[in-house]
């Protein structure tokens, strides 16, 4: 059910060192499409993504099989969804990965918008969105080729 998550949560976190760093950093020549491009353009990052979205649906399926017939796992489902932060049920979290990389691509739109064209870091996030809209091609291709 949860293939590939330990690395989709490895990839992001050290995103989110690299982004802290960045900003704990900052100053006029800190370029974030940077941080963008070194954690989003390896193939291992396709790979991993593919693997979990190909599989998306058979977890969920899978899932839900298991909360209909299992008492107690639809009960702890329930009780995971009540105490945790954002109230989110488990096929809510499960479907954030898949939400990850629109979410980012409109980003670093609104970051484009925002950042004068002579900047530094202009670059590097219009590298960094190519980057991202590609891959996102790149897993709709794969999941239509699945």
């Excluded at 370029?31 to 599989?55: M, P, Q, T």
Aim: charged share 25%; hydrophobic share 45%; proline share 3%.
């Amino acid at each position: 059910m949860f293939f590939r998550l330990e690395e989709i949560l490895q990839c992001h976190t050290l995103f989110g060192i690299a982004l802290t760093q960045c900003v704990c950093e900052w100053d006029e020549r800190e370029r974030i499409g940077d941080v963008f491009l070194a954690s989003f353009s390896k193939s291992v990052v396709l790979d991993i993504y593919s693997d979990f979205i190909n599989n998306f649906s058979t977890a969920m399926e899978t899932a839900k099989q298991a909360a209909k017939s299992k008492s107690a796992f639809s009960e702890f489902l329930k009780m995971k969804q009540i105490y945790s932060p954002d109230r989110l049920s488990f096929f809510g979290l499960m479907v954030k990965p898949v939400q990850r990389f629109p979410q980012f691509i409109l980003l670093l739109q609104d970051l484009l918008k925002q950042t004068p064209k002579g900047h530094l870091d202009r670059m590097s996030l219009q590298l960094a969105l190519t980057q991202l809209e590609l891959l996102a091609e790149a897993l709709n291709e794969r999941k239509r080729a699945a």
